[in-house]
């Protein structure tokens, strides 16, 4: 099948596209910076000695699907593509740049699908959605939560809800903290705790969703495969932790202490509005409506998701 990925540049849509070549899919890949885009590329062939999917490079302006559009036709969309959260503290100039590169991007596919009917749009959104909510178990019947990032969530899903109405499935991917050795949070977080100055940030005991990135673009495939695949999924590991049972596992996969904690009050002088509403939330989300369509993660809990992600998987 040919999968079209806006957004697949960035850390998730390129474990993503990884997986997908060497699943047999052709991969185009919409960027905007045509002069470091790669030319048309094959992956090794798959496990199973199928002949790998290719990946082409297509430019596009982020906001419609001119020059694009067309090669929705008969495939699959999935709609990656927003301003990094994470980025730099949440000026009013930043956050309008969050919200505006979401709502572009999903106005885009929307004209895609009404110019030419892809078999399933899979719409990235994030874990934000629900908002603080300390012990709550959160499933996808969860309402949405209070805040930027829950609100900024809302609108992102509602950004290509119109495909439905073309009679197109459609799928919503709220995805934790992807833990990945080439990008995303990890590599920052990891840094202090091989030094032995790793902790918990804040009291510790805010839950904290999480998965691992191969888990991640196995959820993605998953679901844009799976034709009974529709609606909101949560995209976080069945074995949830806490802020301070994370950094335990981190300390005893390293062999480091984990004494030293961030507090919060030190994260909020550094990054404002940011720290309370994605450093600090309490997430307690599980995968339920992935987990009833027989996804199995290959990384379910913690301690062996960060022993691969070290080296020091037995």
């Known amino acids: 099948m040919r999968v079209v990925i806006t957004g697949g540049t960035g850390f998730i849509g390129r474990a993503l596209t990884r997986l997908l070549t060497r699943r047999g899919h052709d991969v185009v890949v919409l960027t905007r910076r045509p002069r470091s885009s790669p030319p048309a590329t094959s992956h090794a062939p798959g496990p199973d000695g199928q002949p790998a999917g290719k990946v082409d490079h297509v430019v596009w302006d982020g906001m419609t699907d001119r020059g694009w559009g067309h090669l929705a036709e008969d495939a699959a969309v999935i709609n990656l593509a927003g301003e990094n959260i994470a980025d730099g503290r949440w000026s009013a100039e930043k956050k309008r740049d969050i919200v505006e ?16 009917r892809p078999r399933v749009v899979v719409q990235a959104s994030a874990v934000g959605y629900y908002g603080h909510r300390g012990e709550q178990v959160l499933d996808e019947s969860a309402p949405p939560g209070k805040g930027f990032l829950a609100e900024t969530a809302v609108m992102w899903e509602q950004s290509t809800r119109e495909v439905e109405d073309m009679g197109v499935r459609r799928v919503v991917a709220r995805t ?6 080439d990008g995303g949070a990890f590599p920052r977080m990891l840094a202090p705790f091989r030094l032995g100055l790793g902790g918990p940030i804040g009291d510790g005991r805010a839950w ?6 191969l888990d ?17 999924f949560n995209l ?13 596992a981190l300390g005893q996969v390293l062999g480091r202490p984990t004494v030293l904690r961030v507090p919060a009050f030190a ?8 720290a309370d509403a994605a450093l ?23 301690g062996a998701a960060l022993a691969d992600l070290t080296g020091k998987a037995a």
Do not use: N
């Open 216 to 232: 991640e673009a196995r959820a993605m495939m998953f679901l844009m495969e799976c034709a009974e695949a529709m609606g909101p």
């Open 101 to 116: 590169s979401r709502l572009a991007a999903g106005s885009a596919v929307v004209q895609a699908a009404a110019r030419a």
């Open 267 to 274: 994260l909020r002088l550094a990054f404002g509005e940011m």
């Open 236 to 248: 976080a590991a069945p074995g949830i932790v806490t802020g301070k049972g994370l950094s335990d």
């Open 280 to 302: 600090l939330a309490s997430l307690r989300v599980v995968p339920s409506r992935l987990s009833a369509l027989g996804f199995r993660f290959g990384f379910p809990e913690i």
């Open 176 to 181: 934790g903290v992807v833990l990945g050795s």
């Open 208 to 213: 904290f969703p999480w998965i691992h990135a």
